[in-house]
């Protein structure tokens, strides 16, 4: 095993295993293509690293940070949906994105190269993912209280409005976490997908976190193996090893014929 294919799947298990986690709220909060579409602000700021010579990561991870906070003041504002504000920042931030971008970079920052992962960007992706899922573990009760009722959940003493900037925050953590192993394009995959796997056979919210971080994990971990095995690009194998396994949960739970979560 290579020092750059060790590398890559260190961090695709960190990435995958907090991108499962948080996304088991943002299906359950039926955000899924938030999250999807929250990735590609990304991209001009990965732009700017590449043409100013700085760690991307960086670049990227502001760009999230800012737009996150600009989604939770123009729906409170405006009292927009989030989906819309997003779908409004996604656009403009692809566009800006693909025109500051050289042509021969911008195939590298829709789908990753796992070959550029060094020692600093996997403790980089590391420490972030480890963060953003211990502060999502912390949060989660409240998060779910705040789904359940906004009112019940303020009775209780739960400051709704900062929780759900919080989440966005670690949301945009794990997003630039994984730009470097699935690119832009696909990271929201890692997001979405394994939680809606997860919900197809959970009953309960403890096994469907749990069971959200093990198909992230699983499906990163497996899409990098396969594209060192076929020398082709993870971020899409990474996909269709996830897609693979949602159609397995559905297959399983129609022949249980279990209620899920």
């Known amino acids: 095993m290579t ?10 298990v960190a990435v995958g295993l907090s991108a499962g986690y948080l996304g088991s709220l943002m299906v359950l909060k039926k955000m899924a293509l938030v999250g999807d579409a929250l990735s590609h602000v990304a991209l001009p700021g990965l732009g700017l690293g ?28 405006t009292r927009l949906s989030v989906e819309t504000i997003v779908g409004a920042l996604f656009t403009l931030s692809l566009a800006a994105g693909i025109l500051i971008i050289p042509q021969f970079d911008l195939l590298e920052a829709l789908f990753g190269d796992i070959s550029k992962v060094t020692m600093e960007s996997t403790v980089i992706a590391v420490t972030a993912s480890a963060i953003a899922a211990l502060v999502t573990r912390i949060i989660y009760k409240n998060m779910i209280l705040g789904m359940i009722s906004e009112e019940l959940a303020t009775s209780a003493g739960v400051k709704v409005a900062r929780t759900n900037l919080l989440y966005l925050f670690l949301v945009s953590l794990t997003v630039a976490a994984g730009l470097q192993v699935v690119g832009t394009l696909l990271v929201g995959f890692l997001v979405v997908v394994p939680a809606a796997s997860a919900k197809n056979l959970s009953s309960n919210l403890f096994r469907y976190g749990v069971l959200s971080s093990a198909f992230g994990g699983i499906s990163a971990v497996s899409g990098i193996l396969l594209s060192d095995y076929f020398k082709l690009q993870p971020g899409p194998l990474i996909v269709v090893s996830g897609v693979v396994a949602f159609l397995v949960t559905i297959i399983t739970r129609w022949a249980a014929k279990a209620p899920a979560l």
């Open 3 to 12: 020092d750059a294919l060790a590398l890559g799947l260190i961090t695709a």
């Open 50 to 77: 590449i043409l100013y010579g700085f760690n991307p990561f960086f670049g990227g991870f502001v760009f999230l940070f800012v737009a996150a906070a600009l989604i939770w003041r123009i729906e409170r504002v």
